[in-house]
């Protein structure tokens, strides 16, 4: 089937200067600053070593890595020895109160990070970790631990054993990218793959506060997909995120990734192609396009499916070494917005070193649905330096904050319609390595941007994990 982009071409290339966007701003409205508070150290020495170009305690992929929930903030990593360790502090507290969960990290593959989920229906805290297209290593805690922080101890005892399964349901035994999002009805579901990349699918499984339920896979891995160079019969949809809005809508962008290098110009590449969107509005059993067609249902014989109409937003070959799992959000309307990256053409049709290219080259794309229903985008004037991930946030006024690698932020306002992008915070000071982890319930909470990154190492030789936090326009 013919695939269509929402996006014209003429968005393809560089920036462009929109009507009035995300938002509906006042001019009163104050524009996106970030002032640094303060910065606390989780731990001196924390493992460190790098795979797939990234750090296990710092991959910006890793939802939840450090959350906040009723004037408590959590953060997870490994230490220096591997094991899993769950920290909290009183929100703005320069002290973080530590416990081991009774894991250790398998292996050193940054993929095996931790991720946290919180079921506000009996006040759990939830913990996945460890898994790249094998199993997984699951963790809760005791009913209420989330509800009563300043009563309750933060001993090891409140957290039960370690499983392989989710309370003896067993996914799959190849698991990989654990997601967990909390629903509007309180329930947690959790995201993850199915098989391995180039084959994978997506699925969801879902909390109602005493069982874990399998609701199944929701996109394919089969159809065809041609491009230029070639075809591919297999792929996997790689999800920016999973997210509810305000209104209880389920959102989320993805981009395709081909388990054949013949749809590339350039065995150097990666197969990645096309930004799509697909959304809910019944919990994620049925998945809508952007013409609000059911396009899949999960665990049904009905998959969202790379030949499929309507989901591709902004359209662009395996030739530009586009990233996966970016990042996205949602404003205070229920719009979404993500952020892409890639080698635009101006610089060259075929990109021939993946992580060479993106670091001299790749630039971040903003992306969002404005107040008419039209898809937008915005090239952000600043030079990756970088082939990893950027993190999108929104703040009260619905701003936008892009945190690239190495804790640079930019910001670009809501009352300019996202168009006036410019650096907020260099980075100076931090000595981050690449990538960070954003706490994405505490701006939320109390207008904060808390940032979790690693500082530079070498080899395996451990280094101290940071949580640095900026006020945002009160």
């Known amino acids: 089937m013919k695939r269509r982009t929402l996006l014209g071409a003429a968005l393809a290339g560089a920036a462009m200067t929109p009507a009035l966007g995300a938002g509906t701003a006042r001019a009163a409205d104050p524009g996106p600053s970030v002032t640094r508070t303060g910065t606390t150290t989780l731990d001196s020495q924390a493992v460190f070593f790098v795979s797939y170009d990234g750090l296990v305690n710092n991959n910006s992929f890793q939802k939840n890595g450090l959350l906040t929930y009723k004037g408590y903030q959590y953060a997870v990593w490994y230490t220096a020895d591997k094991n899993a360790v769950v920290g909290r502090r009183v929100l703005g507290g320069s002290t973080w109160s530590t416990v081991k969960v009774g894991h250790t990290l398998k292996a050193s593959d940054s993929h095996n990070v931790i991720s946290m989920g919180v079921s506000k229906i009996d006040g759990r805290l939830h913990l996945n970790m460890d898994s790249h297209s094998d199993g997984f290593t699951y963790v809760k805690s005791v009913a209420g631990l989330m509800d009563n922080p300043s009563g309750l101890s933060w001993t090891a005892s409140r957290f039960g054993a370690p499983q392989s399964t989710l309370d003896g349901l067993a996914l799959t035994s190849q698991f990989t990218y654990p997601q967990f999002v909390s629903t509007p009805d309180g329930k947690l579901q959790l995201s993850y793959r199915v098989a391995i990349s180039g084959n994978g699918r997506n699925a969801l499984a879902e909390y109602d506060g005493s069982t874990w339920t399998n609701l199944g896979e929701w996109s ?217 982890v954003i706490d994405e319930m505490r701006i939320k909470a109390d207008n904060v941007l808390s940032v979790m990154y690693q500082e530079k190492s070498s080899g395996t030789t451990p280094s101290a994990l940071h949580v640095v936090d900026f006020a945002l326009p009160a």
């Open 220 to 436: 394919s891995s089969t159809g065809t997909y041609t491009s230029e160079h070639g075809s591919s019969t297999a792929r996997n949809m790689y999800l920016h995120g999973i997210d509810y809005d305000v209104n209880g809508r389920l959102h989320s962008f993805f981009t395709w990734r081909e388990q054949n290098g013949a749809v590339m110009c350039s065995s150097g590449g990666i197969t990645n192609h096309d930004t799509g969107y697909v959304y809910s509005d019944d919990r994620g059993r049925t998945w809508r396009n952007n013409a609000d067609t059911v396009v899949g249902t999960t665990g049904g014989s009905d998959k969202v499916a790379v030949t499929d109409s309507g989901l591709v937003i902004d359209a662009l070959n395996p030739d530009h070494s586009l990233m996966n799992q970016e990042s996205q959000a949602t404003d205070s309307a229920g719009r979404p917005h993500a952020i892409i990256s890639y080698v635009p053409g101006r610089f060259g049709q075929c990109t021939t070193n993946y992580v060479s290219d993106r670091t001299a080259n790749g630039r971040a794309f903003h992306v969002r649905k404005n107040a008419s229903g039209t898809w937008q985008k915005t090239e952000i004037p600043v030079v990756l330096g970088s082939s990893q991930r950027t993190r999108l946030v929104l703040d009260t006024y619905d701003n936008a904050y892009a945190v690239f690698p190495f804790g640079r932020i930019a910001g670009a306002s809501a009352a300019s319609g996202h168009s006036d992008w410019k650096i907020l915070f260099d980075g100076s000071g931090l000595n981050a390595f690449g990538e960070v």
